[in-house]
């Protein structure tokens, strides 16, 4: 394919991909009542979510829509991202595209579930409860769901690590011998990264997001590996028999 072939068969697939995700969105929009009460479980029941501007109810909105669009679209959207690098892929790949576009999904949405079930029920009470009961909470709904949406979010992307590990041992550009030499430095940047992303400091809540990056650190290695031998394997089957 020609320069003006790939940038048309890439303005294609995005146009589909912003399709789903608007469609989608249009979906979450309509439930974002019910989403919202979900989003507020963490909350101490006591707690109240509080608006300070006219346009404070619409962005909230926007953003629930936004994000619970890009969810429900997602095996669309990576199914577009699969068909525009297929080409590029060997044909025995190419089988993988279902798996690749199911666990991508999957990942994601269990990303977003571990932090909303596993990290914000602890982190957020413990951030709420630092003054006890000297004062009064008035939080922002605005703010909250930014947060909230923002660690789903994140985690959601963490856990696409060994999704995006094994498609790129599959295109040959990372390897199991780089992750093993790299694995000390992605240590400290995970443990970096989740100082970043945590908004407390005590180890305990550290340690539900670095341990985490580190596991799926791991996992990616073992995936990776398990990919390296695949392509082995179908070598060793294709390559012509040496008559001497």
Not at 46 to 55: A, E
Not at 92 to 103: D, H, K, N, S
Not at 109 to 114: E, K, L
Not at 214 to 243: M, Q
């Amino acid at each position: 394919m020609t320069l003006i072939e790939h940038l048309e068969e890439l303005r294609k697939r995005l146009f589909i991909a912003l399709a789903a995700w608007v469609v989608a969105s249009g979906v979450a929009f309509v439930y974002r009542f019910t989403i919202l009460e979900w989003l507020k479980a963490p909350l101490p029941a006591s707690m109240t979510l509080n608006y300070f501007s006219v346009l404070e109810p619409f962005t909230v909105s926007m953003q629930i829509a936004s994000f619970f669009g890009v969810v429900l679209a997602s095996p669309v959207i990576v199914g577009q991202v699969w068909g525009f690098v297929a080409p590029g892929l060997y044909p025995e790949e190419r089988r993988y595209a279902v798996p690749f576009v199911f666990f991508s999904a999957l990942a994601f949405a269990t990303g977003a579930a571990f932090a909303y079930f596993v990290v914000l029920p602890f982190t957020i009470p413990f951030l709420l409860g630092f003054l006890g009961g000297e004062a009064v909470g008035l939080l922002s709904i605005g703010r909250y769901i930014s947060t909230i949406l923002m660690l789903m979010g994140m985690f959601g992307l963490m856990f696409e690590m060994p999704v995006l590990g094994f498609l790129l041992a599959r295109m040959g550009i990372l390897t199991r011998e780089r992750l093993v030499t790299s694995r000390r430095w992605a240590i400290v940047g995970g443990t970096a990264l989740a100082i970043v992303i945590t908004p407390t400091g005590d180890p305990f809540n550290l340690a539900l997001v670095a341990v985490p990056l580190i596991v799926l650190y791991e996992v990616t290695v073992i995936v990776v590996r398990f990919s390296e031998r695949r392509i082995g394997d179908a070598r060793e089957h294709t390559e012509p028999s040496r008559t001497y």
